[in-house]
């Protein structure tokens, strides 16, 4: 297995433990970008570490195909995507407030005149 793909199997681990700390009636929909790194990883025989087993509530020598199970799952039936700021949390205020765009500054001063 790729080391960049366990480096990201590792960090969404974290986003699931700390999405699943949220109350369920506060929580986000799962978010869509589990998706592709979990169906990369669903067909991965090679044991999970203990740690992340224990995180993604599995038993011990899980594997990466059952890891990536977990990720489908929580995103199975999810009807909305969250917004990087709704995650893992919804978002507290209304979405037309979070979702306006300002202009920003440009920045000319790499193309002299």
């Known amino acids: ?14 986003e ?9 009636d ?3 929909p799962a978010p869509a970008w589990w998706w592709g790194p979990a169906m990369e990883l669903r067909n991965i025989p090679e044991p999970l570490p203990v740690e992340w087993c224990a995180e993604l509530g599995l038993p011990d020598g899980a594997t990466f195909t059952a890891g990536a199970d977990v990720f489908l799952k929580a ?7 969250p917004w990087p700021y709704d995650f893992p949390c919804k978002a507290a205020k209304a ?6 765009l300002h202009p920003q500054p440009s920045d000319d001063s790499a193309f002299p005149p």
């Open 16 to 24: 699931f433990v700390r999405w699943r700390e949220v109350p369920e």
């Open 95 to 100: 979405d037309p407030e979070v979702r306006e």
């Open 1 to 14: 297995m790729h080391p960049a793909a366990k480096l990201q199997f590792e960090r969404m681990i974290g």
């Open 75 to 81: 995103m199975a039936g999810e009807t909305l995507v």
């Open 26 to 28: 506060a929580r986000s």
